[in-house]
Each structure stands twice: as C-alpha cells, then as structure tokens.
C-alpha cells in the first residue's frame, strides 16, 4: 500500500506552534491494518518512527493482531525487490528458529 501523500521531510520553524511535524494519517494506518488483517504472521518494516506509528496504532485499534507480528525492522525506503528479499529471509530464519509440530 502507498499513501496518498508520500513522505516529505517537514522540519520545523522558528518560532511556530508545534512540533513541525504532520499528524499521522490515521485513515492509511486503518487501511493497512484491514489489508494485513487475515495475515498469520506479519513483519513490520519502515524507516523513523512510521513503524512505529503503525504498531501503536494496531495495539490500540487491533490488539488481538499484536499476536500476529512477528518483527518490527528498520528499513530506510527500500525498492520493492530489496523489501521482499528481506521479508523471505527474516522469515525463513524466524522458521529455523521455530519449534515444529
């Protein structure tokens, strides 16, 4: 899923209210949220705090999905190939490291 606005850098101004930075976009966390919902195990990935701002928002919106995360990883604006590489082997060392039935 890409949001509607993409990430621009907002830096914040002398003397202006507030942190500088924009709120987050709760309607894209929600919609992100509905398309990864039927998923078993879920990786987290994303650069800064928007990661971050998804799992906060799943624990808050979703709690019973928190089960399904799997990991949460720093990955600075990656290209699609480099982050479906990543996925394939973070899971298949989580699978090494899983007790099978």
Not at 5 to 24: F, L, R, W
Not at 42 to 66: E, Q, S
Request: a neutral charge.
């Amino acid at each position: 899923m890409r949001p509607d606005d993409p990430h621009v850098h907002i830096h914040h101004k002398a003397n202006a209210i507030g942190s500088g930075h924009s709120p987050e976009d709760k309607a894209f966390l929600s919609a992100v949220v509905d398309a990864i919902g039927g998923s078993k195990a879920i990786l987290i990935t994303g650069p800064g705090v928007a990661k971050t701002a998804l799992v906060k928002h799943i624990a808050r919106y979703a709690p019973t999905m928190m089960a399904h995360v799997a990991g949460i990883e720093t990955v600075d604006h990656p290209t699609d190939g480099v982050l479906l590489a990543h996925a394939r082997a973070y899971f298949k060392a989580a699978d090494l490291m899983t007790a099978q039935k």
